[in-house]
């Protein structure tokens, strides 16, 4: 049988599936619409919080002297909203500046939240790994230029470190962080009371996967199909114990969702077979 997405959302091929989104509150209405739109019952309870770093000090500093930086680098939609939100705060004429700043982006969901700031993106990296980040940044600007990388209090540092390592001057801020989402609140009040089957959990980072394992367990995952946006959230979940039955092709929603239907579609014909 040939797949073909378009029929597949016609025919609500995710119709009677249950499925959990983790996904901070403020980031999973995009995701959930998507999941409906094929029919499924969509369950969220986010395990996650996008929150204001502890401290602005860093992040501050560097904006006050952006001139001084060749290039900024984001690796997420928060990063890019955070950052500029702060621009906008405490020195808006700043702006100016950074229009003129060569500006790398990894994910086009980042691309986009560049471009809906007004900024125009020299370089889209669909590749996430560090090294082909680093590759990129090479062909667009000379070695010890100076690069500006907002970014999560809990970001790994390899592509800090690459570009170090490549003779790059990295200033790494922080301009948000990920906290866990608290246990009283009414999502997580919601999940504890659900007597629902859940048939896939989706996680979209690590933190996620840490954070509702220690609230809920691993109980309520062992029966549904785990579907994760990449790698690296993959890697956890079997470090926790758990396996992986989906994931997605890109580290975008829409392709999580994909992959999701693909294999609805994959068991469902088992079943007949």
Same mark, same amino acid.
Request: charged share 20%; hydrophobic share 40%; glycine share 4%.
């Given at each position: ?44 309870? =986010?395990?996650?919080? &996008?929150?204001? @770093?502890? /401290?602005?000090? +860093?992040? !501050?500093?560097?904006?006050?002297? #952006? ?9 997420s ?19 100016e ?5 060569e ?35 090479a062909?667009?600007?000379? =070695?010890?230029?100076? &690069?500006?990388? @907002?970014? /999560?209090?809990? +970001?790994? !540092?390899?592509?800090?470190?690459? #570009? ?45 996967v840490?954070?509702f ?50 294999w ?10």
């Open positions: 049988m040939t797949h073909n997405k378009q029929a597949g959302t016609n025919e609500l091929s995710l119709q009677d599936c249950t499925i959990l989104v983790t996904r901070a509150a403020e980031q999973s209405a995009p995701f959930r619409m998507l999941l409906e739109k094929r029919g499924a019952n969509v369950v969220c309870c =986010p395990a996650i919080e &996008i929150a204001d @770093p502890d /401290s602005w000090q +860093a992040c !501050d500093e560097a904006i006050w002297k #952006l001139a001084s930086y060749d290039a900024l680098c984001f690796t939609k928060n990063g890019v909203i955070k950052f500029f939100e702060r621009v906008r705060s405490i020195r808006p004429h700043a702006l500046t950074l229009s003129a700043k500006i790398f982006a990894v994910g086009e969901k980042t691309a986009s939240a560049l471009r809906s700031s007004g900024f125009t993106v020299h370089t889209v990296a669909h590749d996430t790994t560090a090294e082909h980040l680093v590759q990129m940044i062909e667009k600007i000379a =070695p010890k230029a100076k &690069i500006l990388f @907002p970014t /999560s209090d809990i +970001a790994r !540092d390899v592509l800090s470190k690459n #570009l170090t390592q490549n003779n790059y001057s990295v200033d790494t801020i922080v301009v948000y962080k990920t906290i866990a989402a608290p246990a009283d609140s009414a999502a997580m009040t919601s999940m504890q009371n659900t007597n629902r089957v859940i048939h896939v959990a989706t996680f979209f980072s690590p933190s996620s840490h954070n394992i220690d609230l809920f367990g691993t109980d309520t995952l062992k029966r549904a199909a785990i579907a994760v946006i990449g790698p690296t959230t993959g890697e956890t979940v079997v470090q926790s114990g758990l396996s992986v039955a989906i994931m997605a092709e890109q580290a975008t929603a829409e392709s999580l969702a994909d992959g999701i239907e693909k609805r579609i994959q068991n469902s014909e088992a079943k007949i077979q």
